[in-house]
């Protein structure tokens, strides 16, 4: 069974950093691209980082740029988002998903096919 499992969220103060993990199993995802996503409460779900196969190419969201940070280990089949200078407006729920389609990034969540449960990250003023 191919599973996306995320950790790493929590109740952080504005300015702060977090470090998510997804971690994938059930089969190697080192051959698709693989992004996060969030999801506000009220607000539809929206992309934030995206990561090619190999980790060379790489693509963020406006709102994230110089702040996130989308990184993988394909041995431990698992990507990374390093998240600093947090801000309110930062708070959602942080998926991660794979992409068995491309090995280049893409910010339509309609490009991905396995989603992970979700972690909550919420920032405070």
């Known amino acids: 069974q191919v599973q996306l499992v995320e950790s790493g969220g929590g109740l952080v103060q504005a300015g702060g950093s977090l470090r998510l993990s997804c971690a994938g199993s059930?089969?190697?995802?080192?051959?698709?691209?693989m992004g996060w996503f969030r999801q506000a409460p009220g607000k539809e779900r929206e992309f934030v980082a995206a990561?090619?196969?190999?980790?060379?190419?790489?693509t963020y969201t406006d709102s994230v740029k110089g702040r996130f940070t989308i990184s993988r280990d394909n041995a431990k089949n698992t990507v990374y988002l390093q998240m600093s200078g947090l801000k309110p407006e930062d708070t959602a729920v942080y998926f991660c998903?794979?992409?068995?389609?491309?090995?280049?990034?893409?910010?339509?969540?309609?490009?991905?096919?396995?989603w992970g449960q979700g972690t909550q990250v919420t920032v405070s003023s």
């Open positions: 059930g089969r190697s995802f080192s051959n698709y691209a």
């Open positions: 998903a794979v992409d068995w389609d491309r090995s280049l990034p893409a910010p339509s969540e309609y490009e991905y096919d396995v």
């Open positions: 990561i090619s196969r190999y980790g060379g190419t790489t």
